[in-house]
């Protein structure tokens, strides 16, 4: 075989991931749960590189530089070690976000490299074998190795192996998220250094182990029971934790913007007129709102008359990565 392409989505995580034990092995301080979206994808080709002896990569058709590829090639090291099929390869990716929005995603995105480089290198890795190699392009990338509501097991010490993903739920029912867009610019400050900032000055990081621990142990069954309200209450508070974490990080800091809180408002009012819905946010502006899939059009309604429509993504769950071509 000379070429291959995967499509894998995102996930937005419900209890997050926010700190790691291991920087180089992206191991986590504590286990996370997601729910992998459809409407967010990267489509990632990978074939053997006849034009030059090092790797190459295009990315939503531009070439990078040597740096930005350095930890791509680096990823892929992983698998021709495993392999020993010691080939430079030539990447190309493309990431697919309904609008011209952001949300462009590292966990995608390395979901499909992961699953695009076992089947080029011929490392024939399960799923759950392949998600402790795309957490070591970025954590996240982790979960969408999995369709549904997954689980990012924290793992043992520095034992590589033990922190995976494993899907609880196909999240076949009544459930979705809408994605509302505040900003598309790239993010000030990334995951990797807000993560970091965090655990070093946050007084409040301490807590955070135990509160993740238990919101884990009581969203798990309100899936399994698709006790709608349950999980979208878990979910928000979760997300509140985290962002009060961080906004007591020394210098403090955010990733809301004045437009995050009016969405947080829009979903709150919702709410107080019978409607359930529940938000979360991540390392950035953007909110998604977690809702009944048979409910996000009427939801979207409401945004509209704050945002415009091209800023509002209905999407309902993802699967796991598979073969284009
Ligand atoms: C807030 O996976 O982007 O979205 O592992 O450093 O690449 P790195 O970070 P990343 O962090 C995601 C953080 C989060 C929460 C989550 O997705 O669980």
Redesign the pocket.
């Known amino acids: 075989m000379d070429t291959t392409t995967y499509r894998a989505y995102t996930n937005i995580?419900l209890i997050?991931?926010?700190g790691?034990r291991n920087k180089e092995l992206?191991l986590p301080v504590t286990s996370?749960l997601?729910l992998t979206l459809n409407e967010f994808y990267t489509e990632t080709t990978l074939e053997w590189n006849t034009q030059s002896n090092e790797d190459t990569f295009t990315l939503d058709g531009q070439i990078l530089d040597i740096n930005a590829i350095e930890k791509v090639s680096r990823f892929i090291n992983m698998f021709r070690d495993l392999s020993g099929i010691h080939r430079p390869v030539h990447v190309k990716s493309t990431n697919h976000v309904p609008t011209a929005a952001g949300l462009a995603s590292?966990?995608s995105a390395f979901a499909a490299l992961a699953s695009a480089c076992n089947d080029l290198f011929g490392t024939n890795l399960s799923n759950k074998e392949l998600s402790t190699y795309a957490r070591r392009g970025?954590?996240?990338?982790t979960r969408s190795l999995f369709g549904g509501f997954t689980v990012w097991h924290k793992g043992i010490g520095d034992e590589s192996d033990s922190s995976y993903a494993e899907m609880i739920d196909e999240a076949d029912w009544d459930i979705g998220m809408l994605v509302v867009m505040i900003n598309k610019e790239q993010k000030k400050i990334?995951?990797?250094v807000g993560?970091e900032h965090t655990i070093k000055t946050s007084p409040f990081y301490k807590l955070w182990p135990e509160t993740v621990a238990e919101d884990l142990e009581a969203i798990i069954p309100a899936i399994e029971n698709r006790d709608f309200p349950t999980i979208g209450q878990i979910a928000e508070h979760n997300a509140m934790k985290?962002h009060a974490t961080i906004i007591a990080a020394d210098p403090s800091m955010t990733y809301w913007e004045p437009e995050s809180l009016t969405a947080m408002n829009i979903v709150r009012d919702l709410r107080e007129a019978g409607i359930p819905c529940y938000f979360t946010m991540?390392?950035g502006p953007n909110v998604k709102v977690l809702c009944r899939l048979s409910q996000a059009e009427e939801i979207k309604k409401a945004f509209e008359k704050h945002f415009s429509s091209d800023r509002l993504v209905i999407s309902g769950p993802g699967k796991g990565p598979h073969k284009i071509s």
């Open positions: 995580a997050k991931y926010w790691k992206f996370s997601s590292s966990a970025s954590g996240s990338a990334s995951s990797r993560m985290m991540d390392a």
